[in-house]
């Protein structure tokens, strides 16, 4: 199976072509306490010969997206060092001071230890820098302490955990579904999207589920394959392995998301919400829960 999917990924260098200039690279940081979730997305996009950034705030009650000069964007070395104005998002911590019109954001949160994957979450698909979208998590889960106050509202992150990830390209998939779940002892991700490649399109999985220190990847260079979507669910299984995860309730907000580098594309998500969990490992239940604290995307349907 592997030697396969390397196959397809050297015959896929050749052919495809890069997007006509367009570029976006963004980080996604996830903060959550006992009762708040707040989701900061710091974002570089090229389009047309244009470089821009963003900052976007969502909420479990609001959404912001807040505009930058390029020339207030930096990142140091290829690791996640970023400066975007008066902010600083980096492996310890993020700092936040931004007075805009309708808009007041600051304070600073202090990350412990990360705790990183096994390895690329892409596998071999790491090496076709033309994808559509290629996708990095930084850290499954950390400590986070300190407090934001957004528009006069504090939020207390006082002994409180935290989850980074990333993702880089030209365009968000036309049909996906992401989500995100920090629990206790553990974190979940599941993406599932259409992807081109080429001249052909395929369904792309990729996901781990993080529990009691040990990780489960789950990914099509693996051999994971769709066994069912819809109904705001999905159904992915991997050998002996079987993962589930449903969109009970959403609290969907609108973000901006990249086409061809541009933020213009309006997807929706609930950066805290009712989703269920079940994973299985050779018909065994190891996991089978529900939390109101999932983020959850799914843009599968329009």
């Known amino acids: ?17 890069a997007a006509a200039g367009g570029y976006f690279n963004g980080w996604y940081f996830k903060l959550q306490s006992e009762s708040r979730t707040m989701a900061l997305i710091v974002a570089y996009h090229r389009t047309g010969g244009v470089e821009t950034a963003s900052l976007q705030v969502i909420t479990d009650e609001m959404v912001w997206n807040v505009p930058f000069d390029y020339s207030s964007f930096s990142r140091n070395g290829k690791g996640l060092d970023v400066t975007l104005g008066n902010c600083r998002f980096s492996p310890e911590g993020i700092v936040l001071d931004v007075h805009e019109e309708g808009f007041d954001l600051e304070g600073e949160v202090n990350f412990g230890p990360w705790t990183p994957i096994n390895g690329d979450i892409m596998g071999p698909f790491r090496y076709v820098h033309f994808m ?4 990095s998590v930084w850290s499954v889960r950390h400590n986070v302490n300190g407090s934001i106050t957004l528009n ?18 030209y365009s968000f998939p036309s049909v996906y579904v992401w989500t995100q779940c920090l629990f206790d002892g553990g974190s979940i991700m599941l ?19 993080y529990y009691q220190g040990k990780e489960y990847r789950i990914a099509t260079y693996n051999g994971a394959s769709l066994k069912g979507i ?14 589930t995860v449903r969109l009970i309730e959403k609290n969907a907000k609108p973000l901006y998301a990249p086409v061809n580098g541009a933020m213009n594309r309006v997807i929706r ?24 604290k999932a983020s959850f995307e799914y843009e599968w349907n329009h």
């Open 1 to 17: 199976m592997k030697r396969i999917i390397l196959a397809i990924v050297a015959a896929i260098v050749f052919l495809s072509p």
């Open 132 to 135: 559509q979208c290629r996708h």
């Open 152 to 169: 006069g509202d504090k939020y207390d992150f006082s002994d409180s955990q935290g989850y980074i990830e990333g993702d880089r390209g």
């Open 191 to 209: 993406s599932v999207a259409d992807i081109p490649m080429g001249l052909f399109h395929f369904t792309g999985i990729i996901g781990f589920v």
């Open 230 to 243: 819809g109904n705001n669910s999905g159904t992915v299984s991997q050998k002996d392995m079987e993962l």
């Open 269 to 292: 998500e609930s950066a805290s919400c009712l989703a269920g969990y079940k994973f299985t490992i050779g018909g065994q239940t190891i996991l089978d829960f529900q939390s109101p």
